[in-house]
């Protein structure tokens, strides 16, 4: 097998600093248990009217589990309280399927 060298004689492209690079990448690696993650998720749901189309006042979320994906209403305005309701509903989130108790 052949491998070919790299030709370190030509100019790098890539001239941003490790700082520069990770500022960029910092909103993508939280995960869900970190209330960033959650401020793209949350938002305010639509209803129709007579008129059209309307927003509600305060934010809600979708979360997905066990199969099921819930709205979960988070009764406030301000989008970064409502990711860190968010992460709480999701990590508060029953982990075993839902079970018929009837």
Known sequence: MIHKLANFDSPLEDTKSVQEMSRGLSSAVRGKTHADY??????????RTGD?????GTFSVKIHFSGRRELFPLNTANRPEAARKSKQIFLK???????NLS
């Open 38 to 47: 959650w401020l793209k998720k949350v938002f305010h749901p639509k209803y």
């Open 52 to 56: 059209g189309m309307r927003e509600t």
């Open 93 to 99: 989130r029953p982990l075993a399927p839902y079970q």
